[in-house]
């Protein structure tokens, strides 16, 4: 046996070889300036909102101002007018007024004596009633009296204004109406106005007065004074 040891061939590392790099030892320069891209941001979305926030307040403004400032303000209702204290009703006595030409023949006291020498041109009356606030029927007389110039009127209207110068006959007083217990409306409330040459008088009683006389004479005269109206245009 031979004692002689074989050989093989020497490894990598027992001759020190080392595996290099294919790579150059320094980047070019193209490559070591060029900068890394950046990921892309985030979209915001306040501005959006924003923007549609304001778009919305421009439009609300827009419409605002259209309705309040493209048309002149309106001006305020009137204050309605207050309720009538008394409210009339025509007599049926009375639907068609009661008409004479001869004044003086329906008058008494000193205003007779005034339409005898002044005479009329046409005496037109009738009769209403109303209700005061707490029921009570009241019954009024309203006579135009229709002179031939606005001085007659007027002279009759101050004559007929005075106490104790008597008037024109109310419808009850001429017995042109009857209602009970009532003669004659003169003891109530007693109204007169000129107007050109109308004179309008207005004269108004209850059958139940109030207990104070004096209380009862200017109820009744507000009730007078408020159908004078009823004379304009009565026929």
Request: charged share 20%.
């Amino acid at each position: 046996m031979s004692d002689s040891v074989p050989k093989f061939p020497p490894r990598p590392s027992d001759q020190g070889s080392l595996i290099v790099s294919s790579l150059p030892d320094q980047l070019p320069l193209t490559l070591r300036t060029a900068p890394v891209a950046a990921p892309p941001p985030r979209r915001r979305r306040w501005p959006v909102i924003a923007g549609g926030v304001l778009a919305a307040l421009l439009v609300a403004g827009g419409v605002l101002w259209w309705s309040t400032g493209s048309a002149p303000p309106q001006p305020a209702p009137p204050p309605a007018a207050p309720a009538a204290e008394f409210v009339f009703a025509r007599a049926p006595e009375t639907q068609r007024a009661v008409l004479d030409s001869d004044c003086s023949a329906h008058a008494y006291g000193d205003t007779k004596a005034f339409l005898v020498d002044t005479p009329c041109a046409q005496l037109t009356r009738a009769l209403f009633t109303t209700t005061t606030a707490d029921g009570r029927t009241v019954h009024t007389s309203v006579a135009v009296v229709r002179m031939h110039t606005a001085d007659d009127a007027t002279r009759l209207g101050d004559l007929v204004r005075v106490d104790g110068t008597g008037s024109v006959n109310d419808v009850l007083r001429d017995r042109v109406a009857v209602v009970p217990g009532l003669t004659r409306l003169s003891r109530g409330g007693f109204a007169a106005t000129v107007l050109d040459q109308h004179v309008i008088i207005a004269e108004s009683d209850t059958a139940t007065p109030l207990p104070d006389p004096m209380a009862h004479k200017a109820e009744m005269k507000r009730v007078s004074t408020a159908a004078l109206d009823l004379g304009v245009g009565l026929n």
